[in-house]
């Protein structure tokens, strides 16, 4: 087999590295001081890119647009590692015959886990409780009395794989669960609701699940947190876009809303002074799928559906806007 040029744009595991290292050329394009000169040398050569989110450090060629595609045209397939892939452009790809793959269902449940893990600190408040017995304060008297899970309902804002994950948990907790979801789900029995804001106003959990991207920007804003109430306990797992972040900075101060917890941000790492300064909410860094385990499983799926496709049978999984290869090859 003749040599195939790979692209990686941003840092990916090491055990990603290690395999494409083994069987393709990878041009590292992170660890170049000049990224303009390491594209205008090996740019003609390049037909996958493997990359991912979210970006670790300002100068790294990311997301992955059109004009950047435009620079490789042997370009065949981009791999994402994650499921949410708002960082690639996948309509033009598609649009150009590119595949582009991401790395669901092995994540589902280490993400739901997350998204539970957040539900229960943010209601609950332990880190500050565990805070508060570390600084030794429970030797002068006892902790706060917090709120409860008992009694509340879970609105999920897009029932997808991770969607559904999370409602299983939350049946299991005796949490009663609705949701609104592009689409009305027809494997499942809890109650649709026709829109955002008629979720928020329905629950007192509001659980964001919906991938980012320009559909799903700042669609949680003033007024569905307004909706959510001063009981309501906002759970970002998906992507900071998602949430209008001055918004909801606001209605934490004013306890519009009870409490947040956040795995994600709208300038991951860059997390808003204001949050941190709020002992209230509950912060991650964006550590959803972050076990060593899933990682790997993660970590594998991308090099699979690299050496699925250029061993010129179908990828495992590609994003719902990539179809397959027959049709990639009528584009
Ligand atoms: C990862 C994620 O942080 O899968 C996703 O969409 O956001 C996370 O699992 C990330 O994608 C790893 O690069």
Known sequence: MSQIDILMPVPLPQLVRDALGSRYKVHQLWLDADKEATLARVGGDIRAIATGAPILAEDMVYPISPALMQRLPKLEIVANLGVGYDNVDAQWAASQGICVTNTPDVLTEETADTAFGLTLNAIRQFPRAEKYLRDGKWLTRPFELTASLRGRTMGILGLGRIGKAIAQRAEAFGVKVIYHSRNRASDVSYPYMDSLIALARACDILMIVVPGGPATRNIVNKEVLEALGPNGVL????????????????????????????????????????????????????????????????????????????????????????????ALAAA
């Open 235 to 326: 759970i970002n797992i998906a992507r900071g876009t998602i949430v209008d972040e001055p918004a909801l900075i606001e209605a934490l101060r004013n306890r519009t809303i009870l409490s947040a917890g956040l795995d994600v941000f709208a300038d991951e790492p860059r997390v808003p002074p204001e949050l941190i300064a709020m002992d209230h909410v509950v912060l991650l860094p964006h550590v959803g799928s972050a076990s060593q385990a899933t990682r790997d499983a993660m970590s594998q799926l991308q090099v699979d559906n690299l050496d699925a496709w250029f061993a010129g049978t179908d990828v495992l999984t590609p994003v719902a806007e990539t179809a397959d290869r027959n």
